[in-house]
């Protein structure tokens, strides 16, 4: 039997800290005992019925994915929002172990995480060759603060599938089998299934670094393109890739056109400025001082997307280092010298420079026209993107770094950690949080009324609102009547129809009424609720 060396177990080693600090990261919003889910009372617990919703199609419960009993009686409800399919399954999962709905919405949250952690590895660790550099970009992709931001936003955590699109490109490129163009164009349209914003932004830079490499490669591909065999089956691949992804948009495409786009004017002060890029949330332990950087931008909130110190430095270092080969080139041993490498961190910089603006100008305006683009009202998620490239930075600065210091890689390794902790590090009483029993005593308290009503009875939360604003009342009522097996007329998602918009903010009667202005035989068979 092989001997394990010390340099293996090391390395495995290393991977496991990688898993710890991205549990450390996670459970420092949940809680130990997961006594918090991440975000609000609003798009988190609106996430959490979606994911319920997608477990109740897979399990056979529900006969089709985009009708769900909320905001009724309106047809194809779920696309007026992202699905959640693709991640759906792991949900299910821990539905499956009997884990309640909001302690499985919590589980999938670490699972998100951890699956972009190993997966951004698993690709870095493939283009860099490197397990402690891996490990340390994985962190950056998977932990980073900027992703304290997100955080109200769960459809933005599935981010794994981005990592694995570009590693499959980049396999294509190396071998130009049409097998690795299929999975590269599958993890993009996967990504879509994933979350409908990400699908978008990552389609961005998938297609630059698929035309940059089909341009490296051009006198190759010229040959290939001969062979009927290898055309017929990258076309074949690419037409069961839009065949899945048209399975997915087609709904969106008609519910686009009873709610309409965008204008450009409207989402222009959601796309990323250069201060953005140096604007951090509060509670920080390292960059609180950057917390007011961003004052004065509209939507602030979401402008928080500094990805840390550590990534910053690797990333300009890289340009410096860039600027400075093209007039002395020095000899850097490889530190800067994979073509591959290069494509990718080009990439990054031109979209990083299309989803920014300056002043008045953005060269998003440019891709805001692409369709499907118009719908997207919230341009800083793409640093979710983003990651990905400045992980690369990371990982090529601190790789050249173990290949100098290889007799105390390991010590080093663990040093980079802790710097990549006290980078990222926030208090957990400044994250943004919610406490799960309180919202689980509401719900409950609800479902108890509903007892007594038969299956498939319609209601209409209708309380004293008090406490909390009406969206929350909404998602009770929606959650209350989800697991009673019942419909009601209340709802939460992106948008609505214009006759809703009075029973969004006012649950009474007289904006029931004018929801249910179309439907008069409903109205009365709806069962008020106080």
Known sequence: MKKVTIVEIQKIAAFLIGVIVVLWFTLNITGVNLE??????????????????????????????WEAPFMYPEASVISYSDNLIGSAPIYSFFRVLNFDRETSFQLWFIAMFLLSYVCCYLFLKAQIKHVYAAVLGALIFSISMALQSQMTHAQ????????????????????????FLFLAVLFLVYQFYCGIYL???????FSIYLVLGLYKHRSVLAIKIKSIKWIGTVFLGLMVNIFLLMLLMLPY???????????????????????????????TWLWSFLKTTGNGIAAQWDHQIFVGGLPVIAALL???????????????????QNSDLNRLLFTGLITILIFVRIGEY???????????FTSLRSITRVVNVELLFFSVALTIVVAALFNKFQKQSFLL???????????????????Y???KLSSQIRVQSLSNKLKSLAPNSVISYEPEMDDFPAYVYQIDAMLATQSMGLKTINAYTATSPARYNNYWWNLNESSRLEWLDSHPEMQDSIYVIH
Do not use: C
């Open 36 to 65: 918090y889910f991440p975000g609000d009372e609003g798009d988190a617990r609106f996430n959490t019925y979606i994911l319920e919703h997608g477990h109740q199609f897979l399990s056979g419960n529900q006969d089709d994915l």
């Open 318 to 336: 890289l340009f410096f280092v860039w600027i400075l080969s093209k007039y002395s080139k020095p000899n850097f041993k490889g530190f800067y």
């Open 413 to 431: 390794f663990l040093a980079l950690v802790a710097m990549v902790i006290m980078d990222n590090g926030h208090y957990a009483l400044k994250t």
């Open 433 to 435: 949080r919610t406490e």
């Open 156 to 179: 933005v955590f599935p981010t794994f599938p981005i990592p694995l699109a570009f590693w499959m490109l980049s396999l294509f490129f190396e071998r130009l089998r049409p097998l």
């Open 362 to 372: 953005s060269l998003y305006q440019l891709i805001w026209k692409l369709p499907g």
């Open 253 to 283: 495409v008609a519910r686009s056109k009873t709610v309409g786009s965008q204008n450009y004017d409207s989402v222009f002060q959601s796309i990323p400025t250069i201060r953005s890029f140096f604007y951090s949330q509060d509670g």
């Open 199 to 205: 699908g978008f932004f990552l389609s961005i830079p």
